[in-house]
């Protein structure tokens, strides 16, 4: 078929029987066709095999397209020609390209096609096809669910794949098209705990939540005798031979008192899932820790939860949004395992520049760890936050105090006296808070509190709150035989204001004159009728039938007297006092973690945790058969010969393959894994390195192991084990079946380090003994208050064939220059801030320590230092509500409660000057006095150095020329001419980093802003005879300009 008719010059005349009809007018340009069976002849055109009549079809299906006519029937046909060719590419990205792009067009009428697409894809030989192929499974489902038992063999056939790229991504269908369908899971189960260290972070959070619950129908609950549990969570899991012995005896004890149930004993699959999920407790990903951290608490037994607390506080120095989620789940879970977080009770702890949530979570925090013990600390804080300028956080904080005194009756007293005294305070909404709270606790034992109620009666004159006028209305009427000559003084005023009352005071006028006409009757029977009359033709129909029906119970009539006999039984009944709840006590049956715990409401999609079972399921359909070809001699072999990571007393063997493990490994027990968790934990702490800075002491070791580790994989089949070694991996099932019950495997993680390889003792040096011990704790060990301290690297002792020894001393420059780089200098010294004369004897100097703020690392860093040269002590010294400028932000110091005579402290508190100059005014506070005192920073104060090479350097300084740099020449005088003076007077007066550099007589150094992270290189090219140009390149020229009068200053007095 030609394509010359199509394109004829001629526009003119008819079209001829099954030809196209040409448009008459000459600028419409288009063809179209009005015969629609024309659309047979297009689709036997995209069948064929020529590429000429491809095209042809293609223009014509275009052209019918620009004229706005219908061409969806052909949709499929077009489809098939454009997608087919890029899924049979040779490029893997290309085919999977093209099942992304297929699977994401959402017509039905293609669903064939893409099912077949999927089908080809799932079998491809590239791991990353069959990936995409298992993101495309949930969007055809969603197109079309009657496709699901296709489906279904597809996710059948990619969960058995080995691969760590493909795991999380079928897991992820799987629980989208057929969560119900648990038999698919049994003989992959164990082949998904061992890959789970290595699938990236999406997936490791996916097949977390699955196995959370699969584990859940599967295993029996640890937790189900815990009797038989150790008491002591912290002895359960560091346990020792003598505990265990002790342990034993005690759960014959608790086997003899309960007959009806069998002693429990922990089945070898569990184990093998929490002792894979361990090690990712220090993973970088807060998704990731978080899904662990839910796992641990729905499925560990209680004495094994306390491992996660660490790693959640750990998530609390992050960004806003996962302090908030982290929060929600903490808050949760220490409802029910409070001796889990009372540790870490500091880590709660309200900084000033939280956001309202954040303040409000940590708040609900503190009062579910509040105890005997720490309540004093507790309430300490408490009355600081009063303080607040945030309303709404210090009506919280008002409510956490009521709930402290509800839960906690010995200081129940002095709660209520410390509410009864904030209601002097200015605020209206402090004072209307605490009349709501004092009310909730006055109904636990009205009697001793008549004057408090007086107090509250009183306040009905001023506070115009409604809720806490209503309240004051109801204690009045409710304990009103404490108060019988006020009572009916209150109504009176009430009575005068009713029309312009809320209605919800309106209502507690009504029942405060019931009740005075049921108990005072002689002084209120007018007061009260008055009341009922103007209630009766309220505009508010629920006032008016409260009216009405008080006035047949309260006063006698022929029809209501039986019911008025009994209206002071009614109304004065006594009533139980309310308890006060945490919002949180019932979210726990929601899965921590979930959308659904969040909100606190079921969200769409998501699935029930299951309940434990009554009795355990088979365990054995877990057990996959392995294929005598597979069990190779040359394998076993070389299995003897490798040399295990860890050796082994609990029977964990050497470290299995991950992605390509032989089916061998899949189907033995969970002994053979735990090597896997060993060795992933050692990868996770070397990968979290730049994550948290206050563990840089000891990461020498981590390094080294994770690199000895993949010296191993590569070099095999060149070591050998120790006898002894030896022996503890032959007996790797015997040992870890007698391992999997309720006991914690901690105790044999420290007999593994006992055992560490020799290789490894060799490398040590002899100073670091204790390095193994510190490498558990790794990530994990929190110091909040400590800041971070630079350590100088130091090289090995023992030369080693290892890279990581070679390269662990490396640095890029002389020794002269490696103090300068790793250690801050010192600053300009101490300053007055507040002259012992103008404080009243109250000395008060402050320095930059150029040290990271461990608050806020956009924060300068400023010592204050106080000295009391009085007679008498001064109490209460803190900082009072700063007025800063746009952008300046303080973090204030704790504090001092009290500065005996002659005595001095330290207190160290954040400035973020926001890269500029401008002084932070703020007041310095005592119990009696306020002194106000203003830091002004130097332009150096506001950076902090960076370390780069000279290449670095030079081409982040080709960035910032022209008006980003300024120049100055000056002349050096003798005394400022060796390189050590010049360098010490640099560093001193701006806290940046000496770069390395080639010419002798040229220093450069470089740094960072705080606020902004903008980069400040400053270039001194000295001559011999003391002339020299000086040369600053920063993005912010008011800094450069100011930087560079500074440094011109230092170098030439």
């Not at 934990?681 to 990461?699: A, M």
């Amino acid at each position: 078929m030609s394509a010359a008719p199509a394109y004829s010059e001629d526009k003119g005349g008819s079209a001829g029987p099954g030809e196209p009809e040409y448009g008459h007018d000459p600028a419409s340009g288009g063809i179209f066709s009005s015969d629609y069976k024309r659309h047979d002849d297009l689709k036997e055109m995209l069948d064929t095999n020529k590429d000429s009549l491809k095209l042809e079809a293609m223009k014509r299906i275009v052209a019918m397209i620009a004229r706005g006519k219908n061409a969806s029937d052909l949709f499929p046909a077009v489809v098939k020609n454009v997608a087919c060719k890029n899924i049979e590419d040779p490029n893997q990205l290309i085919r999977a390209s093209a099942l992304r792009v297929l699977s994401s067009i959402r017509v039905p009428i293609i669903v064939p096609i893409m099912m077949l697409a999927i089908k080809e894809a799932a079998s491809d030989m590239s791991p990353y096809v069959r990936k995409t192929a298992a993101h495309a499974i949930p969007k055809l489902y969603s197109l079309d669910s009657d496709q699901k038992d296709q489906l279904i063999e597809v996710i059948e056939k990619l969960l058995a794949d080995k691969t760590t790229l493909v795991a999380g991504s079928v897991v992820m269908a799987f629980e989208e098209v057929c969560p119900e369908r648990i038999d698919l899971i049994h003989k992959n189960y164990r082949k998904l705990c061992n890959l789970l260290i290595d699938v990236e972070e999406w997936g490791q959070v996916v097949i977390i939540s699955m196995l959370t619950r699969y584990a859940r129908t599967q295993f029996l609950s640890p937790t189900q005798n815990e009797s038989l549990l150790e008491e002591n969570p912290e002895k359960a899991f560091y346990g020792s031979e003598e505990d265990e012995a002790k342990g034993a005896g005690s759960e014959e004890a608790a086997a003899s008192t309960l007959p009806a149930r069998k002693p429990y004993v922990m089945d070898p699959d569990h184990r093998l899932l929490l002792r894979n999920t361990k090690p990712l407790l220090q993973s970088r990903s807060a998704a990731v820790v978080m899904a662990v951290a839910q796992l641990y608490f729905h499925l560990a037994p209680k004495a094994e939860v306390g491992v996660i607390a660490k790693a959640l506080v750990r998530l609390l120095r992050s960004h806003s949004e996962v302090q908030y989620v982290v929060l929600q789940n903490v808050a949760t879970m220490s409802i029910k395992r409070r001796g889990m977080f009372e540790p870490y009770l500091k880590s709660f702890y309200i900084r000033s520049t939280d956001p309202t949530q954040i303040k409000i979570l940590k708040l609900e925090v503190l009062t579910n760890l509040a105890n005997e013990t720490n309540i004093p600390t507790v309430l300490r804080e408490f009355q600081t936050y009063i303080r607040s300028m945030d309303k709404d956080f210090v009506a919280a904080t008002i409510q956490a105090i009521g709930r402290c005194a509800t839960n906690i009756g010995r200081v129940r007293d002095t709660c209520l006296n410390g509410l009864v005294q904030l209601l002097s305070n200015r605020d209206e909404l402090v004072v209307a808070e605490s009349v709501v709270v004092i009310k909730k606790l006055l109904q636990m034992q009205p009697a001793q509190h008549g004057e408090i109620i007086k107090h509250l009666a009183k306040l009905t004159d001023n506070i115009q709150v409604p809720m806490a006028r209503a309240s004051i209305l109801w204690l009045i009427g409710e304990y009103c035989e404490h108060v019988p000559r006020i009572a009916p003084d209150v109504l009176r005023k009430m009575a005068k204001s009713f029309t312009a009352e809320e209605d919800i005071v309106k209502l507690q006028i009504i029942n405060l004159a019931a009740k005075l006409y049921l108990t005072n009757s002689k002084q209120t029977k007018l007061l009260t009728q008055y009341v009922l009359s103007l209630a009766k033709y309220d505009q508010n129909y629920d006032i008016r039938d409260r009216a009405r029906f008080t006035r047949q119970l309260i006063v006698p009539s022929e029809q209501g007297g039986a019911l008025s006999r009994h209206a002071k039984k009614l109304f004065l009944a006594p009533k139980p006092a309310p308890v006060l709840e945490s919002s949180f006590k019932d979210r726990d049956h929601f899965q921590l973690g979930s959308l659904s715990h969040l909100l606190n409401a079921k969200a769409t999609g998501y699935q029930e945790l299951p309940d434990w079972p009554e009795e355990a399921p088979d365990p054995s359909v877990r057990n996959v058969e392995v294929p005598e070809w597979t069990k190779c001699s040359n394998r076993e072999k070389r299995k003897e010969k490798e040399k295990p990571f860890y050796s082994d007393s609990e029977g964990e063997s050497g470290p299995t393959e991950s992605a390509d493990s032989d089916p061998e490994s899949e189907s033995e027990s969970d002994s053979k894994s735990s090597s896997d968790s060993g060795s992933g934990e050692s990868s996770s702490e070397s990968d979290n390195e730049d994550e948290d800075e206050d563990e840089e002491k000891g990461r020498g070791s981590e390094s080294e192991q994770s690199e000895e580790e993949g010296e191993k994989r590569k070099t095999k089949k060149r070591k050998k084990v120790p006898e002894g070694q030896g022996e503890g991996s032959s007996s790797d099932e015997g040992s870890d079946a007698s391992s999997s019950s309720s006991e914690s495997e901690t105790t044999s993680e420290s007999e593994e380090e006992r055992l560490e390889p020799a290789s490894w003792r060799r490398r040590t040096p002899p100073s670091s003994k204790s390095a193994p011990a510190a490498k558990e704790v790794s990530l994990l060990d929190l110091e909040d208050f400590t800041p971070p301290s630079v350590q100088p690297v130091s090289p090995p002792a023992v030369v080693s064939s290892s890279l990581a020894a070679d390269l662990e001393g490396l640095t890029l420059t002389d020794s002269s220059l490696a103090p300068s780089l790793l250690s801050p200098v010192a600053s300009i010294g101490r300053q007055e801030l507040l002259h012992r004369v103008a404080g009243e004897g109250l000395a008060v100097d402050y320095a930059f320590s150029r040290q990271p703020f461990s608050g806020d690392p956009h924060m300068v860093s400023v010592h204050i230092y106080f000295s009391n040269n009085s007679d008498t002590p001064i109490k209460g010294l803190r900082v009072g509500t700063p007025k800063l400028p746009a952008g300046i932000s303080i973090q204030e110091f704790p504090e001092i409660e009290s500065l005996a005579p002659g005595e001095s402290a330290t207190a160290v508190m954040g400035i973020n000057f926001c890269d500029s100059t401008q002084a932070a005014n703020f007041q310095l506070c005592t119990q009696n006095r306020q002194f106000y005192v203003s830091i002004q920073p130097p332009v150096g104060e506001l950076m902090a150095p960076v370390f780069m090479s000279e290449n670095e350097f030079k081409k982040e300084q080709g960035k910032l020329m022209g008006m980003n740099e300024i120049t100055e020449k000056l002349t050096l005088p003798d005394t400022c001419r060796s390189d050590h003076i010049v360098v010490q007077k640099v560093t001193a007066t701006a806290n940046l980093g000496r770069v390395p550099c080639g010419t002798s007589n040229e220093y450069r150094f470089a740094g960072r802003t705080l606020t902004s992270g903008s980069l400040v290189l400053l270039t001194l090219d000295a001559q011999p005879a003391g002339a020299a140009q000086l040369t600053v390149n920063s993005e912010k020229m008011v800094i450069g300009t100011m930087l560079v009068k500074d440094v011109t200053q230092a170098l030439t007095q």
